[in-house]
């Protein structure tokens, strides 16, 4: 039987709660305003615990001035989208 590396699933699943910030950020500024007040308290509303404002990670918002995001009509793709398989 296998061990189970629960440190490694910790930050796993930490990295998983603070992307799920980071995107949410992206959609909510006011919650990136929070984060910028609080980040210790943000943070452990995601499950995320620290003991200090010096050990919060950065948070990078508006990217999405920096990216181009179109949503394509499946239905009807134009010829640049590739398809992707699916594999079910």
């Known amino acids: 039987m296998a061990a189970v590396n629960t440190r490694a699933e910790k930050i796993k699943e930490q990295d998983w709660r603070f992307a799920e910030l980071v995107m949410r950020t992206w959609i909510e500024p006011q919650l990136a305003d929070r984060y910028r007040e609080d980040p210790v308290g943000t943070l452990a509303q995601f499950g995320i615990f620290i ?5 919060a990670p950065e948070l990078r918002t508006g990217l999405l001035d920096e990216i181009s995001i179109r949503v394509e009509d499946l239905d009807h793709p134009s010829e640049q989208v590739a398809a992707i398989p699916s594999f079910r």
């Open 51 to 55: 003991r200090s404002e010096e050990e």
